[in-house]
């Protein structure tokens, strides 16, 4: 049979089971919209982790604490640290040898560091010869601006 056929074969609903029916799917409706709300509050969602979380780090068999679990996570975590302050330090190196290169850079003060500041103090103390002076407009409109730049 088709599906018109059945519904041809079927009794037209009264407006009063239809509106139960509406009823009834309202009541399931709300009743899961409650169900999940109560599922997702975060006070819920956060036992769930908590529970996970110990799950992994506490046997629940026997209430014994995991050590090579824990063991495993504390040497991880003391990698990751190791390998991040090795890092810094490497960078910190590199750009301290940038440094050394570079005669001036302008640089807010609040952004030197002390150990910055000593090795600008080394490479100025270390350039070679007088700087050259800033050009300005001043300079520019009396022609007094360098056309090049020669070593003595």
């Not at 040497?75 to 050394?100: D, F, H, M, P, Q």
């Not at 090795?119 to 800033?134: D, F, M, N, S, Y």
């Not at 407009?137 to 070593?151: C, N, R, Y």
Request: proline share 8%.
């Amino acid at each position: 049979m088709s599906p018109k056929q059945d519904d041809k074969d079927q009794k037209p609903r009264s407006k009063a089971q239809i509106q139960s029916d509406m009823a009834e799917t309202r009541e399931r409706l709300v009743a899961n919209i409650n169900r999940l709300k109560a599922e997702t509050a975060p006070p819920v969602l956060i036992a769930k982790v908590k529970a996970k979380v110990a799950g992994v780090f506490i046997n629940m068999e026997t209430g014994e604490v995991r050590r090579e679990r824990v063991a495993a996570v504390a040497v991880t975590v003391v990698g990751l640290v190791v390998v991040r302050r090795g890092l810094k330090a490497r960078s910190r190196r590199r750009e301290l040898e940038r440094l050394r290169e570079v005669v001036w850079v302008p640089v807010p003060r609040s952004a030197v560091t002390p150990e910055v500041a000593r090795v600008a103090r080394t490479a100025a103390e270390l350039a070679p010869g007088p700087a050259t002076p800033p050009v300005t407009t001043a300079s520019l409109a009396t022609g007094q601006v360098p056309l090049a730049i020669t070593e003595s």
